[in-house]
């Protein structure tokens, strides 16, 4: 069974909490954590199985000439990698009390990336049980990704990741 890369950013806060908890719920042995911003993306093609975990803190930090977010650099890698055979699920951060219209919309704009490649984006999650108004991180009717909110929810964290992970691993094929 082959490892799963976990590749998120930003590295300390929330994003990397819910990294380590993705892993000890995995297992240690069955994951590798990457923290985007000390890589290049050409790490991805070690893997085939992945998972990105990103927080959403406002558009302009994400696609613009701002450039200051953990995953800018590496984003620039995504063209020159052979996405074929791969699986990737996100999980996102998000504050639905402070940006009820954009919650989680960082998922929107990673997915809008991973349609570009031959990716396979797998573990949409259901949109029951979050309150939010907007979304881009909702498609057709679910979230592209894991939304978590450790602002305001954290107590709900723990069941989220492993109600996402026992969906993930038979996606994932596991
Ligand atoms: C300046 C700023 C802008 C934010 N914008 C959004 C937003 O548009 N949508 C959202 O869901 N959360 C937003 N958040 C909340 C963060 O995504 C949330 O606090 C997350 O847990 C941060 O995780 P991190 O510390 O790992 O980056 C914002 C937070 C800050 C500080």
């Known amino acids: 069974m082959s490892r799963v890369g976990l590749f998120y ?12 908890l993705i892993e000890s719920k995995l297992g240690t042995d069955k994951v590798e954590l ?15 199985k992945l998972i990105f975990g990103v927080s959403t803190i406002g558009k302009t930090n994400w696609d613009s000439e701002h450039k200051d977010t953990d995953w800018d650099n590496f984003l620039t890698g995504f063209g ?7 699986k990737v699920a996100m999980y996102g951060l998000g504050d639905h009390v402070q940006y009820p219209q954009h919650f ?11 349609e570009k490649t031959e990716a396979e984006v797998v573990g949409f999650c259901p949109v029951e049980g ?9 498609r057709d009717g ?8 450790e602002d305001n929810e954290a107590d ?8 996402w992970i026992s969906r993930l691993v038979n996606e994932f094929g596991y």
């Open 104 to 114: 989680v919309d960082a998922l929107g704009w990673l997915y809008d990336r991973l």
């Open 142 to 149: 679910q979230f592209l990704g894991l939304p978590v909110d």
């Open 80 to 86: 020159d990698i052979n996405w074929s055979g791969k």
């Open 34 to 48: 990457i923290p985007v911003k000390n890589y290049e993306a050409s790490e991805l093609n070690r893997f085939d």
């Open 130 to 138: 979050y309150t939010y108004e907007e979304s881009e991180g909702v």
């Open 156 to 163: 709900k964290t723990d069941v989220r990741v492993s109600n």
């Open 9 to 20: 950013g930003p590295e300390l806060g929330s994003v990397g909490k819910v990294a380590r």
